[in-house]
Nanobody
Framework: QLQLVESGGGLVQPGGSLRLSCAAS????????IAWFRQAPGKEREGVSC????????DYANSVKGRFTISRDNAKNTVLLQMNSLKPEDTAVYYC???????????????????WGQGTQVTVSS
């Protein structure tokens, strides 16, 4: 059974760091593009970052460029999101998602993903 599980969220002060992990069971993440999305209260879900399956190319939302880094650990079948210099506006539930297509391309378009984790809460506050 396919399952994505996010972890690593929590409460952090502005300027702090967190590392989110997306672990998979029932599939090999390396065959799919994986993306991180987030949803803040009262707002639509938005793409944060993605990584392709083939060449490891990545993309980031403008709001997180230079602060967030996405990477794969294929040995552990996980995708990581390192978040530095966190801001209060980064507060949201963060979800990882698997591309619809095998060997999918990195895109922040939500409709290109069809398997989602349950989310992990990130709160940035002093």
């Amino acid at each position: 059974q396919l399952q994505l599980v996010e972890s690593g969220g929590g409460l952090v002060q502005p300027g702090g760091s967190l590392r989110l992990s997306c672990a998979a069971s029932g599939l090999t993440l390396g065959y799919y593009a994986i993306a991180w999305f987030r949803q803040a209260p009262g707002k639509e879900r938005e793409g944060v970052s993605c990584i392709s399956s083939s060449d490891g190319s990545t993309d980031y939302a403008n709001s997180v460029k230079g602060r967030f880094t996405i990477s794969r650990d294929n040995a552990k079948n996980t995708v990581l999101l390192q978040m530095n210099s966190l801001k209060p506006e980064d507060t949201a539930v963060y979800y990882c998602a698997q591309s619809r297509s095998v060997f999918g391309l990195c895109t922040l378009t939500i409709r290109e993903y069809d398997s989602w984790g349950q989310g992990t809460q990130v709160t940035v506050s002093s």
